[in-house]
């Protein structure tokens, strides 16, 4: 089909717990060297202001309040953006969200934007894709490809009787007078392994820059052995398959060109909102819970492992880093429900992060003079 974290939180709970205690009720006190293997997002700081940067008592920028959240993703008509799956882009509010980003200044520009991975990275795809499509005018025009899928069982309450209800591969590109404000003429989207996407991409290191999350939620968390013990992650394991997973990503992506997403979080019942049944199969999903838990952030701060192990390898490599954790671990009412605990609508939260990553891909370009057209 065609178409033309940073964050100011500090918790005392931060002083208490490190991202490999062992999982026991009672707390430990925290020496200094357990400082040195927490993620950006887990240590204490000055306030740092961006789009997904809240006071602790306050909803991520670009959200309403959770009492804004009128329940159900099963509204009668989808957002505007075609660009959106149904299943995303149903969810309903009582007050208007923000308006989409402007678009990052004037500068030099990459031949492609390559976002790979999992569904999440898929969804940060969609924003960006309907970021771009905000701004659409004479002097910026999209043409968008997706290899559309419907009928899907799990997603047909979702859906009902919508097309464009759901897509793993998609491209964008852009055509405009004004091309330098977008900071790349096409993305794609590849929900596979990143072996296999970068080989059906064909991949081109001189002109083509990659972002890519963490493979825990549905990779790691559960393909892992003893992941979870007593309905409980365990860090020690969670932290093996975070650097495995980092590690693989840095041999296969040149550091200059890659940019890397923090693992989001989850608002499942269980501790720390993890998933623990296993693959999430498509025909499990409309058989849970409707509703998602809501967390206190300390217990979500001290059950999230993922990236206080992932990170330092990423950051040694000079890589820089998407922020989404702490601004995901607040939304827990911005999901889309209906028993998925891990999606969230859109739009919505996903928006300061399509904006960051705009911002990214231009200063990436711009500082290591990937080949493409310059301003």
């Given at each position: 089909m065609r178409m033309m974290e940073a964050d100011n939180y500090t918790d005392p709970s931060q002083r208490s717990d490190g991202p490999f205690a062992p999982?026991?009720?009672?707390?430990r006190t925290r020496t200094p060297s357990d400082a040195e293997g927490l993620g950006e997002h887990q240590r204490p700081r000055r306030p740092v202001s961006n789009r997904t940067t809240t006071?602790?008592?306050?909803?991520?920028?670009?959200?309403?309040?959770?009492?804004?959240?009128?329940?159900?993703?099963?509204?009668?008509?989808?957002?505007?953006?075609?660009?959106?799956?149904?299943?995303?882009?149903?969810?309903?509010?009582?007050?208007?969200?923000?308006?989409?980003?402007?678009?990052?200044?004037?500068?030099?520009?990459?031949?492609?934007?390559?976002?790979?991975?999992d569904s999440l990275d898929a969804q940060l795809f969609a924003a960006v894709a309907c970021n771009l499509y905000a701004h659409r005018g004479p002097d910026l025009q999209l043409e968008f490809e997706a290899t559309w899928e419907n009928g899907i069982a799990a997603l047909k309450k979702r859906c009902d009787s919508l097309n464009r209800c759901?897509?793993?591969?998609?491209?964008?590109?852009?055509?405009?007078?004004?091309?330098?404000?977008?900071?790349?003429?096409?993305?794609?989207?590849c929900q596979d392994s990143r072996v296999e996407c970068l080989r059906k991409l064909n991949f081109d290191p001189a002109t083509d820059v990659v972002a890519t999350g963490l493979d825990a939620l549905h990779g790691a968390a559960h393909g892992a052995r003893g992941m979870f013990v007593r309905r409980v992650m365990n860090a020690t394991v969670?932290?093996?398959?975070?650097?495995?997973?980092?590690?693989?990503?840095?041999?296969?992506?040149?550091?200059q060109r890659l940019i890397w997403r923090e693992a989001t979080a989850q608002h499942f019942p269980a501790l720390g909102g993890h998933w623990l049944h296993g693959f999430m199969l498509r025909t499990n999903i409309e058989q849970l819970d409707?509703?998602?838990?809501?967390?206190?952030?300390?217990?979500?701060?001290?059950?999230?492992?993922?990236?206080?192990?992932?990170?330092?390898?990423?950051?040694?490599?000079?890589?820089?880093?998407?922020?989404?954790?702490?601004?995901?671990?607040?939304?827990?009412y911005a999901h889309t429900d209906h028993g998925d605990c891990t999606h969230f609508c859109q739009p919505g939260l996903l928006d300061g992060w399509a904006a960051q990553l705009l911002e990214m891909v231009s200063a990436l370009v711009a500082q290591h003079r990937i080949e493409g057209e310059y301003a």
């Open positions: 999982q026991k009720r009672r707390l006071q602790s008592n306050r909803a991520p920028l670009g959200l309403p309040e959770g009492t804004a959240r009128i329940f159900g993703v099963h509204g009668t008509e989808q957002h505007a953006c075609p660009y959106y799956r149904a299943w995303e882009s149903r969810c309903h509010w009582s007050v208007p969200l923000s308006p989409a980003a402007p678009l990052p200044r004037r500068g030099p520009r990459v031949g492609r934007l390559l976002i790979l991975g759901h897509y793993t591969s998609a491209t964008l590109r852009v055509h405009s007078a004004n091309q330098a404000r977008v900071p790349f003429r096409t993305m794609h989207l969670a932290a093996i398959e975070a650097r495995k997973d980092a590690r693989r990503v840095l041999d296969l992506v040149p550091n409707q509703r998602c838990a809501h967390h206190p952030l300390a217990e979500m701060i001290r059950h999230a492992h993922w990236n206080p192990a992932a990170e330092p390898l990423v950051r040694a490599a000079g890589v820089p880093v998407l922020r989404t954790w702490m601004a995901s671990a607040k939304a827990w």
